[in-house]
T-cell receptor
């Protein structure tokens, strides 16, 4: 059974702080990992993908992957109130690339 | 930038009725997916579709469900004889060459 685990939160940070979101996965065959942002009542919006061990930076976002520890994280620098949302971690597996999602971590950024 | 679109945005149906949810994927993408999200729960994979055939399906995707690409652009999910527990958000997604999946806005299905 493929599982992706996330702390449901909420994670509360003040505006301007760094938010750190974490995720673990069970399937060692998973090769690619994604972070989606989901506002309440909306669809998941892709914000980062990461395929190899190490860090990947895109603007205020940095994704980190450690395949040995089966651990993925997302750092959001200079957090803004508009970043308040649920962040979904997803692992890709299988030949046809199905995504297994975690339940998501709710992030609250206070002004 | 092209986007995945879905219709209707909200569908209310009575238990036992059939519903068809529609999606228009991004035109040059080849892999299509349906996911669902029951309120307060995780996004769950239902089915993937490649080259006009089902390529993979989850345990959720039983005989009650079917998918089609009737005209080369639209991509539909049919749910026969809906049950109360089918109430959820249904998302269509497609995949680009980098294996990144882009979700449509979703259809909220309410079964009464």
């Amino acid at each position: 059974q493929k599982e992706v685990e996330q702390n449901s939160g909420p994670l509360s940070v003040p505006e301007g702080a760094i938010a750190s979101l974490n995720c673990t996965y069970s399937d060692r065959g998973s090769q690619s990992f994604f972070w989606y942002r989901q506002y309440s009542g909306k669809s998941p919006e892709l914000i980062m993908s990461i395929y190899s061990n190490g860090d990947k930076e895109d603007g205020r976002f940095t994704a980190q992957l450690n395949k040995a520890s089966q651990y993925v994280s997302l750092l959001i620098r200079d957090s803004q109130p508009s970043d308040s949302a649920t962040y979904l971690c997803a692992a890709l597996s299988g030949g046809y690339s199905t995504l297994t999602f975690g339940k998501g971590t709710m992030l609250l950024v206070s002004p | 930038e092209p986007e995945v679109t879905q219709t209707p945005s909200h569908q209310v149906t009575q238990m036992g009725q059939e519903v068809i949810l529609r999606c228009v994927p991004i035109s040059n993408h080849l892999y299509f997916y349906w996911y669902r999200q029951i309120l307060g729960q995780k996004v769950e994979f239902l089915v993937s579709f490649y080259n006009n055939e089902i390529s993979e399906k989850s345990e959720i995707f039983d005989d009650q469900f079917s998918v089609e690409r009737p005209d080369g652009s639209n991509f539909t999910l049919k749910i026969r004889s809906t049950k109360l527990e089918d109430s959820a958000m249904y998302f269509c997604a497609d995949r680009d060459r980098a294996a990144e999946q882009y979700f449509g806005p979703g259809t909220r299905l309410t079964v009464t």
